[in-house]
């Protein structure tokens, strides 16, 4: 019997996590600059277009609220989720610049802006991270297709493999979750010393 599509899909994304398990030292680097950036009072900002921009709501929701523990919330922003801020710049300054203006006026040094692309290669995106090296903002790239433009403009690229897009953008939502469950876990275990000394 021929394998079914769901199957097919399947397979693809178990070959693709499967090779995303090598991913696991810039994964821990990842998951350290949002540790050293919350413990320092900054803000996780997150940025995408299309299906990244969703990726980027979807996981400041969880730094927000919570993943699979209870704790405190945690400071995280989607910024394209304001669309009258979004259009109004993308109108007034066109699309190429309107992610640079929200960082020029969002971001501070101490926040970390976390870049979702499948391509590394959206002009908007690009100047956005040009942006930000500019203000002494840090930021990270999770990426595919070898990172593209982005990769070498950020301070740390997270780069999973695959060219296919649907299969990238599932792969980096589940890099995402690790690399939240393991900031959730280190605050949970945090607030945890902190209630036994008090």
């Known amino acids: 019997m021929a394998e079914g599509f769901l199957a097919a899909h399947l397979a693809r994304l178990r070959a693709g996590l499967e090779a995303a398990a090598a991913l696991e030292a810039v994964a ?4 350290d600059r949002v540790l050293e950036t919350i413990r320092g009072g900054g803000r996780i900002l997150l940025f995408g277009n299309g299906g990244s921009a969703a990726m980027a709501e979807h996981v400041a929701a969880e730094y927000v609220v919570r993943f699979r523990r209870e704790r ?3 400071p995280a922003v989607a910024l394209t989720a304001g669309s009258p801020l979004l259009t109004a710049a993308a109108n007034d300054l066109g699309y190429e610049e309107a992610l640079s203006r929200i960082v020029r006026g969002m971001a501070r040094p101490g926040d970390l802006l976390v870049l979702h692309s499948t391509s590394g290669e959206s002009e908007n995106l690009v100047r ?4 930000a090296r500019e203000m002494g903002v840090s930021t990270v790239g999770v990426l595919a297709r070898g990172g593209g433009r982005l990769g070498g403009l950020v301070d740390l690229a997270v780069v999973v493999p695959a060219e296919d897009t649907a299969l990238a953008q599932e792969m980096q939502l589940a890099l995402e979750h690790a ?4 900031v959730e876990e280190e605050v949970a275990r945090s607030e945890g010393e902190e209630e036994d000394a008090g």
Not at 28 to 31: G, M, N, P
Not at 128 to 131: D, L, R, S, Y
Not at 179 to 182: F, K, L, Q
């Open 28 to 31: 821990e680097a990842y998951a």
């Open 72 to 74: 405190r919330a945690l």
């Open 128 to 131: 956005a991270a040009v942006a």
């Open 179 to 182: 690399v939240v469950d393991r």
